[in-house]
């Protein structure tokens, strides 16, 4: 698939001649930023040419590098580096004997419409109501799942609300490729947009996405979030504020239509883990909301008490553990969809601590904790979540108060020492990668972890302001956009070799032939034949084990907190390039 930018590219060089042996970015490069593609398998090796995107003009000429062996399989590889080309335009890399890459530019806001449609993504994913042609195009598609009439399950059934009551819980996000809403999942995911805007809000302002809310004085990014935000306050139990771990069908439906699901649905047992989720979300909410509290009123006020009732429901419940097979056993009807279970929550109980501590200046969310507990510092996933407060800390380190300022210090040196390790080595890697350092790299959804190691490099750099840590960054963008070891562009909708068919019910289910666009593929994970038993994968390598079949849920899924950190890293970038010469 070819993105709207990349159309008039394809002039006299047609498909049939480009190579996928020539991995590189398939959307382009900043002018001044460095540039980068790799050549796969056996060649003579020699110079390469840098022409018009017709073909007609040579523009740059280079030197392929020595050959250097994949980490993982073992395959020659050649770099072919043009970084010191600057000039604007539309262009094709021609490798003799190898072939033509795919088509590419060379601009300003070279990631602009993929920043914008990665933030779509999530209007594509919205429950309780249709996606008209107007905002959706051909994936417009009526309302499915207005969770209007919810039962709370009996694993959540309390004297105030027994088994059978029936709520409501619209609105959200479908969380990946099924139709339930995890409250766990939705953390990380809010948390991570939240923290795009405040890092970057000029970067939102202007950006106009075309869903319902466009025009109004809210940036698009806060009306999309929004919606998932007033789902999420209908998960919290008002008589303890303890909070739902999802909602859900008993079991996953078929490759169906939202509006032709039609399973009973619940609310299912309450839990430390989203609990805490929950009341980070929400103080980071409060923060955000309250600039736009004329066309909101009262919403940053209900979001900072509902994160101080979870607080305080935390504090009583520290460790309830949300057990899917243990519910299940006790409780009918049986529940097996997403389980997001987490079986420690020091990390939740830093990330909320942090984000009451932020927004309310009180000492004691603070102390509460203890907010350096050893040495780690794990990459944020839906079960890790630690660093986001460590990045809300850093974010406000010139308005804390002394009890945090004197932790402040060290917790900026963590994340800049765990940015260069990140990046150690990636220069000499055969794709010229941070992603791939090893193979614990490539796990489900290892398109995340790529995502996730670019947002801590743009971190470091707000942190040093050394522009080698956005550098860096790019070499992740440059991954998931196809200079990695599958030639896969891991985002619907583009690059001229992206995932065409996810493992995302509406995608498949809608009879239109192109995914829908903007969605982050899982990508490559190196234990996923045995996780889905798909039986398409054509490599056992580490970094090459990926499908693009919708059978292979284990590589190319969708989700929203896969989505979430490219939104981050992709904008931060967009944001940053004009400020720092990329």
Known sequence: MVSCSQSSQLSSTTATEFSDAIRLNQIGFYPNAPKVAVVVGENEGGEFYLKTADNSKTVYT??????????????????????????????????????????????????????????????????????????????????????????????????????????????????????????????????????????????????????????????????????????????????????????????????????????????????????LDFAAVMAQASRVYRNYSSEFPGLADSCLTASKKAWEWAQKNPNVEYDQNTLSQQHKPEVSTGAYGDKEFKDEFIWAAAELYATTKQDSYYTAVNMLPDNDMPLPSWAQVRLLGYYTLARFGGNLTPVAQKDLPEIKKRLVSFADNLMDGANQRSYRTVMGKTEKDYIWGSSSVAANQGIALVNAYKLTGDKKYLHAALTNIDYLLGRNATGYSFVTGYGEKSTMHPHHRPSVADGVDEPVPGLLSGGTNASAARQDNCGTYQSTFADEVYSDDDCSYASNEIAINWNAPLVYLINAIEALEDKVAL
């Open 62 to 275: 280079g030197t392929l590098s020595e050959v250097k062996p994949g980490e993982f399989s073992q395959r020659p590889t050649r770099v072919a580096d043009f970084s010191d080309f600057t000039q604007t335009g539309q262009f094709v890399l021609e490798i003799p004997g190898v072939g033509h890459s795919y088509p590419f530019e060379v601009k300003q806001d070279v990631h602009e419409e993929v920043a914008k449609a990665a933030i779509k993504g999530f209007y594509f994913q919205r429950a309780s109501t249709e996606l008209p042609e107007q905002y959706a195009g051909k994936w417009s598609r009526p309302a499915g799942h207005l969770d209007n009439n919810v039962l709370v399950h009996p694993s959540a059934a309390t004297a105030q609300r027994p088994a059978g009551t029936v709520i409501a819980g619209p609105r959200g996000w479908y969380d990946a490729g099924d139709y339930n809403k995890y409250i766990v999942n939705s953390g990380i995911t809010m948390g991570t947009l939240l923290s795009a805007y405040e890092d970057f809000p000029e970067q939102f302002k202007e950006q106009n996405l075309n869903i319902p809310e466009s025009n109004n004085q809210v940036p698009d990014l806060l009306d999309e979030t929004l919606w998932n935000l007033r789902w999420m306050l209908t998960m919290q139990d008002p008589t303890d504020g303890g909070v739902y771990h999802k909602l859900t069908n008993p079991s996953f439906e078929g490759m169906i239509m939202p509006a032709d699901a039609k399973k009973p649905r619940y609310v299912v047992q309450k839990g430390t883990g989203a609990t």
